[in-house]
């Protein structure tokens, strides 16, 4: 229950936050442009926070906090008093009413710009993208890489970091090969290796791209030796102690730490014969799991955490640097962001990305609470992650959204004319019948998942 109230107000915070960066876009552009503005809200439903501003806004704070929005005077819906047909949204200009349309896409997409810049001022941790395993048979294997090379470059990006080189390896999902740029241990000799992608496929819910390639990051070692044990627990009950190292169980010699927790998983309430060394010698104890329902499916467990061996310092980097090359660097997150989610809608809609990829509000729960609960920096990365999806999305053509309105002022634009009110009352109910059904598959996914 504590990590479901973690990741509710997590999101709340993070919807709220982006939500009144996009509001405000509209709002401060309206306000230049000479609108008048009658109310900025944060959330929809009853107003649980209230107060009219020395402008004559109102300014709310609603209970719902599932989106915003702000109310302009607008001759369309409101009766325009003597004299206010200058402050109303419908009376300007249409580039003026493109450009306050426009502002709260924008808005997102400064916002994420500012939130990268604070990370790369504060620092990011990061692991440099060194392989220690290349899985046998797998499409780097077949192409010769080999172990201990670090990734510098996917195709024409360079990669400082293993997030890079996830971003970088999505980007050419559909595509028929890629290159990868590698630097030998302990050299400066960069050689190139092409992929062949035409079998590359991979369930982002099961395995990352990297590992569906066939390439084991380096990183912290975790040993098949007990650290902890919870109390009363299936291997406090066995016998097993703080130090053993569990050398094989039945017939299987364990020398990897997912070896032992895959046959554990395998066998709930089925007794194993574990053989462990304590002291010097081997001894074998029975290990009888318990049993747990995940996903439907009975799995086995036992209580216990291995010794963890953390990645020496030598593989690890911080990404901090001064204001300005912050700004810099900020800036081409968020356009290789930007570019690499237009990339893989284009992609979500010529059917090379599954449907199934699509993710709702449950989802963006769950990250929201897990990049908390690693800290402000992975926070700040999360918001300008969800900041320029929000930005993207409303830029959609659908006339619910701001791209929709953009469009229709497009064409008032070129014909000299607005576009009849009858085809823009078509134009939203289908848009929002659109809308409804893509909000409708990524909440079922996320049920799915869950």
């Known amino acids: 229950m504590g990590g479901v109230l973690w990741n509710l ?22 306000r230049r442009c000479g609108v008048k503005v009658e109310r900025f809200s944060i959330g929809f439903g009853k107003a649980i926070w209230r107060r009219i501003g020395k ?56 916002f994420a710009l500012f939130a990268f810049w604070l990370m790369f001022m504060i620092g990011v941790p990061s692991v440099k993208p060194v392989i220690d395993e290349v899985r046998p048979a797998s499409i780097v294997a077949q192409a010769g890489v080999l172990p201990s090379m670090e990734i510098v470059g996917v195709g024409d990006e360079e990669t400082g970091d293993w997030e890079a080189v996830t971003y970088a390896l999505i980007s050419h999902l559909g595509d028929d090969s890629v290159r990868l740029k590698l630097k030998a241990a302990d050299t ?43 109390p009363n627990s299936a291997s406090e009950k066995a016998g097993l102690q703080v130090g053993d190292r569990i050398k094989r169980v039945g017939e299987q010699e364990i020398t990897e730490w997912t070896q032992f927790v895959l046959r554990v998983q395998q066998s709930p309430e089925q007794p194993l014969q574990v053989m462990v060394e304590r002291g010097g010698s081997d001894l074998t104890l029975t290990l009888l799991p318990d049993a747990k329902k995940v996903r439907g499916q009975l799995v086995g467990f036992v209580g216990l955490s291995p010794q963890l061996v953390p990645l020496p310092d030598e593989y ?71 900041s320029v999806n929000l930005g993207i999305i409303n830029l959609f053509p659908l006339p619910v959204l701001d791209g929709g309105h953009l469009v229709y002022f497009l064409i008032e634009a070129v014909t000299g004319k607005p576009v009849p009110e009858k085809i823009q009352e078509v134009g939203f109910r289908i848009g929002a019948a659109i809308l409804m059904l893509l909000m409708g598959i990524a909440l079922f996914n996320d049920f799915a998942r869950l």
């Not at 819906?77 to 450009?99: C, I, T, Y």
């Not at 800290?375 to 990365?381: K, T």
């Open 9 to 30: 107000g997590a999101f709340v915070v993070a919807l709220g936050l982006l939500v009144a960066v996009h509001e405000f876009g509209h709002f401060w552009v309206a």
């Open 188 to 230: 400066s000799y960069v050689v190139d290796k092409t992929l062949e992608l035409g079998d590359w496929k991979f369930d982002p819910e099961k395995e990352s791209p990297i590992g569906s390639l066939g390439i084991v990051p380096l990183g912290g070692k975790v040993l098949p030796v007990v650290e902890a044990i919870v």
């Open 316 to 386: 690890r980097v911080l990404l901090q640097y001064g204001p300005l090359q912050a700004l810099w660097h900020g800036a081409q997150k968020t356009w290789s962001l930007t570019t690499l989610t237009f990339d893989m809608i284009g992609k979500l809609i010529g059917g090379i990305v599954s449907l199934d990829n699509l993710s709702g509000p449950i989802s963006i729960a769950k990250g929201a609470g897990s990049s908390a609960d690693y800290g402000l920096v992975y926070f700040l990365g999360f918001l300008a992650l969800i």
């Open 55 to 110: 402008d004559g806004t109102e300014y709310v704070l609603a209970l719902i906090p599932l989106g915003g929005y702000v109310k302009m005077l607008d001759g369309r819906v409101d009766e325009l008093k003597p004299g206010e047909e200058a402050q109303a949204f419908n009376h300007k200009s249409v580039w003026a009413r493109m450009a306050i349309v426009a502002a709260g896409p924008m808005a997102n997409f400064l």
